[in-house]
């Protein structure tokens, strides 16, 4: 169904009074969520699919999570998930564990940050390595990190950060934070611009050190799995994998050609479904469709730019797209292949058609009604949903 919201006007911020208010209210605002928009629950518009209909049902697996962000199974069909508070939990035969896992280091669970994805080493069933990311430090000081542990069933062993932020930022926003093993057994990580003006790094906006290659804000950072600079890097010494991204939140590997995907937080619309590449520039903010959050004008004039690539769908008003999976399973054979996208605004899962080039060619959106942080396919050949509420929950879709 296609559903049009109107853009919501904004005052412009004149006084430095009222630029320090909204600033403030900035530094509180729900990720994923426009300030002051009381339409910031529906779907953005979408090319439809209207000769298919959503014949789905949700099963409620899982009550009771707090803001969970991240889930993976291990191969004992045992599924992991984190609460960003900083509590790791464990499903076991579909029932949650009452006692969170020991052994997590302290996070920095404030605004957007705590402890965020969790992945699963390739080769778990020999090392017994998980990996997982998280917000550390305080308000004046922070950065993601990505740590590495020894799962033995009840606590984590062996905690060690294989690699974090060179430098620390303020505030608490735009963590980025999702996990991707490659083919080749390195892995990849997505790290957010620093957050919305008016934080400054530098003497700069924040957002402006996505284009500045000396340090991993707004990045997708490839590493080895111990942390090490894989030697094909496309920039000598460097983990940046690729550039110019404001806050990716879902990425995904194409099972058939290998190829990476990504969802991507816009200011005030200007979401982004991308193809990601070795060494590419993603423009951010140099080339966007946002808004500005305070004054609601174009973060730029430029939409498209040479040297710099442009996405594959942009989607305005946001849907704020967190999780991101290709489905490959059995349980919904028509859906072999394509593109599943989790919204937190839109409070839905968004299925996406692409053609041979990539170019999206249909959406569908089932509805979930809270705000959808993960999706996954499980090993059942299900898709699994978390969605991040204070009681939030894990959902199982099942065909009627």
């Not at 993601?144 to 799962?151: H, N």
């Not at 906006?205 to 707004?218: P, T």
């Amino acid at each position: 169904m296609l559903v049009s919201i109107p853009r919501i006007s904004w005052k412009f911020c004149q006084a430095f009074l009222a630029i320090v208010l909204i600033s403030a209210c900035e530094g509180n605002v729900r990720e994923g969520s426009i300030p002051g928009d009381s339409s910031a629950t529906r779907n953005a518009a979408i090319p439809a699919k209207a000769e298919e209909k959503v014949n789905v049902r949700q099963v409620t697996v899982i009550e009771g999570l707090e803001h969970p962000w991240g889930m993976a199974w291990l191969p004992s069909g045992e599924m992991l998930i984190t609460e960003r508070p900083g509590r790791l939990r464990v499903v076991r035969g579909g029932k949650l564990d009452p006692t969170p896992i020991a052994g997590v280091p302290e996070v920095f669970a404030v605004g957007q940050g705590g402890l965020l994805d969790v992945a699963v080493h390739p080769d778990f069933a020999r090392n017994r390595l998980i990996y997982f990311t998280y917000a550390y430090g305080n308000e004046s000081a922070n950065r993601t990190r990505v740590a590495r542990a020894v799962f033995d069933g009840k606590r984590l062993r062996d905690v060690r950060v294989i690699f974090e932020v060179s430098r620390t930022k303020t505030g608490s926003q735009h963590f980025g934070s999702r996990l991707l093993w490659l083919w080749d057994g390195t892995l990849l990580v997505s790290i957010g611009d620093g957050g919305n003006p008016p934080l400054q790094f530098d003497g700069k906006l924040s957002r402006e050190q996505a284009q500045n290659r000396a340090i991993e804000l707004g990045k997708i950072v490839r590493i080895e799995d111990d942390g090490s600079i894989p030697k094909d890097n496309p920039f000598p010494g460097s983990k940046i994998w690729s550039y110019g991204h404001r806050n990716i939140q879902g990425l995904a590997i194409d099972p058939t050609t290998g190829r990476v995907w990504s969802t991507e937080h816009g200011a005030k619309g200007g979401d982004e479904l991308n193809l990601i590449e070795k060494g590419k520039n993603y423009g951010w903010p140099i080339i966007s469709a946002s808004r500005d959050y305070r004054t609601g004008e174009p973060v730029s004039e430029q939409k498209s730019r040479p040297g710099m690539v442009d996405p594959k769908w942009v989607w305005t008003p946001a849907i704020a797209p967190s999780g991101l999976a290709f489905y490959t399973g059995n349980r919904f054979p028509a859906w072999r292949g394509d593109l599943f996208a989790g919204g937190l605004v839109a409070r839905s899962v968004i299925r996406i058609d692409r053609d041979a080039s990539g170019k999206v060619s249909g959406q569908q959106s089932i509805e979930i009604g809270q705000r959808v942080r993960d999706v996954r396919q499980g090993p059942d050949g299900f898709l699994y949903i978390l969605t991040d509420e204070e009681n939030g929950r894990l959902i199982r879709l099942e065909p009627k």
